[in-house]
């Protein structure tokens, strides 16, 4: 509870939590305002925004409704961003768990495997991985959740290092615990904190990671997406430079709200604010 008084006290984590319930009721009520596929043509190709009623936010370079395709695409956007988020942070907490308990060579080993991920930028490594095994919305969010562990694994494991001598932990061994109770019992729940706050900005990165993807046509073309959006209007992007903005401003706004969010919990999570 005093966490929670803590977040609502920050305006800037007030306001990041505004922006995403924003954008998740965007996500949520896209079928009931837009029930139509929001790839199907709609209107004549390239309507500015507000000139036709019947197209709020204007339409695309082949006449469908910018405004159906950007409530869609936060579905797309919001579901990459969690399902990456889980698998990037599952893996982490895994690998940093077992590299922080048990140290020495199976401290050296999972880190030296760490660093080798680490060598290569996170968007090429998933153009390599997009390449290789395809570009359907499935293959894509995977391949984002696997570029995206390192940081969470490097993070447990500082956890699980600082707490692994700690008394509790000593009382458990003396208890007769074994190790995979001492982890997942004892340490794990004392090292998320953190790693939770940290799952805020591994989430902003993976909408973007998509999004630069789409932009270069290597994401799903079958769906709705905010990258696909924008890659589509960068053909008319001279003339007709809404058909990009639009979407732009969508990602801008989910990825701050993210973060703020993100920020914000970690200001009421942190220990060492909390006597602020």
């Known amino acids: ?55 709020l936010l204007g339409t695309d ?31 982490g907490i895994m690998v940093g768990a077992l590299a922080g308990y ?9 880190m030296r495997i760490t660093e080798a991920f680490q060598t290569l930028p996170n968007f090429v490594l998933l153009l ?9 919305l499935t293959t894509v969010t995977i391949a984002v959740g696997i570029v995206s562990w390192p940081a969470p694994a490097r993070l447990t494991r500082a956890e699980f290092l600082s707490l692994r001598g700690r ?23 004392n090292a998320l904190p953190p790693v939770i706050v940290y799952a805020g900005v591994v989430m902003a990165v993976a909408i973007l990671l998509e ?22 209007g960068r053909d008319v992007l001279r ?9 732009g401003v969508a990602i801008l706004i989910t990825v701050l709200a993210v973060s703020l969010v993100g920020q914000g919990l970690n200001d009421a999570l942190n220990p060492r604010l909390k006597q602020r």
């Not at 999004?211 to 589509?232: M, P, T, Y």
């Open 1 to 55: 509870m005093d966490a929670v008084k803590r977040y609502f006290r920050s305006p800037s984590a007030v306001f990041g939590l505004i922006l995403l319930l924003v954008v998740v009721g965007m996500a949520i009520s896209a079928g009931y305002l837009y029930p139509r596929d929001p790839l199907a043509l709609a209107g004549r190709p390239l309507i500015w925004p507000f000139a036709n009623p019947r197209f």
């Open 61 to 91: 370079n082949s006449g469908r409704d910018i405004a159906a395709q950007v409530f869609h695409g936060a579905r797309i956007s919001l579901l990459i961003g969690g399902v990456a988020t889980f698998i990037a942070v599952a893996i």
């Open 102 to 110: 048990y140290g020495g060579w199976v401290d050296n080993i999972l």
């Open 128 to 136: 390599v991985l997009v390449a290789v095994f395809g570009s359907t």
């Open 167 to 189: 008394e509790f932990v000593q009382a458990g061994r003396t208890l007769g615990m074994r190790d995979t109770q001492l982890m997942l019992g004892e340490i794990l729940p």
């Open 211 to 232: 999004s630069a993807l789409a932009f270069l046509r290597l994401s799903d073309a079958n769906v709705a997406s905010w990258g696909n959006l924008i890659g589509l």
């Open 239 to 247: 003339v007709q430079w809404y058909v990009s903005a639009i979407p």
